[in-house]
């Protein structure tokens, strides 16, 4: 007997994301060299650490920044839902970094600016451009958002529910969430193979 079963279209696909040797990688080919790289640095720790979009990024102002609580506030999401995220001590650095010494002055209170005058905000492409070639340089065939969904692979890790994950990457539907678990092999694993991690 031959059982066929309907067709199912529009299976959602996984995310990429990149493994801890790439995510080494990355880093350890970044340079604090120039205003540019400085800036590209901070632009690749957000996306990373905080697993914000590109155009998350792009509207973070100096004011959204607590260096002293160590927050950032997003006030501005995909779904509209605001929040505030805790800032790695490592990601606060750079970012404090990048604003005392390639921030240009500016009337403009958006944290990421052009590095040439006029100064301006820059565009949510030009930040995706600029992780993309960072990765690039790096021997990455990745995009800006494998970031996003690397630090939902890390929350994952770490044990964070599906409803911490839900908030914390600013989805609405539980759904979004839930593709991240569909990638996380590791853990998969261990439970089908009583595999340590």
């Not at 998350?56 to 605001?82: A, C, H, V, W, Y």
């Not at 390639?102 to 992780?131: D, G, M, Q």
């Not at 790096?138 to 839900?166: D, F, N, P, T, V």
Request: with cysteine; aromatic share 10%; glycine share 4%.
């Amino acid at each position: 007997y031959v059982v066929v079963s309907p067709r199912v279209f529009n299976q959602p696909k996984p995310p990429k994301f990149l493994r801890p040797e790439e995510i080494k990688k990355l880093f350890d080919s970044l340079t604090l060299e120039t205003p540019t790289q400085i800036r590209t640095y901070a632009m690749v720790i957000l996306a990373y650490s905080l697993g914000l979009r590109p155009c998350e990024i792009g509207r973070i102002t100096l004011d959204d920044i607590s260096f002293q609580k160590r927050e950032l506030t997003i006030s501005s999401r995909k779904m509209g839902n605001p929040v505030v995220l805790p800032i790695p001590y490592k990601t606060l650095k750079v970012i404090a970094a990048y604003v005392h010494k390639a921030r240009p002055e500016s009337v403009y209170r958006e944290l990421f600016l052009t590095c040439n005058k006029a100064y301006r905000p820059i565009s949510t492409n030009v930040i995706s451009n600029h992780i993309s070639k960072a990765m690039k340089e790096a021997g990455l065939s990745s995009s800006a958002y494998w970031l996003r969904h690397s630090y939902a692979q890390g929350l994952l890790r770490l044990g964070r529910s599906i409803y911490e994950i839900k908030e914390m990457m600013g989805h609405q539907n539980i759904r979004s969430s839930q593709r991240y678990l569909y990638i996380h092999i590791e853990l998969m694993r261990k439970v089908l193979l009583d595999e340590t991690l």
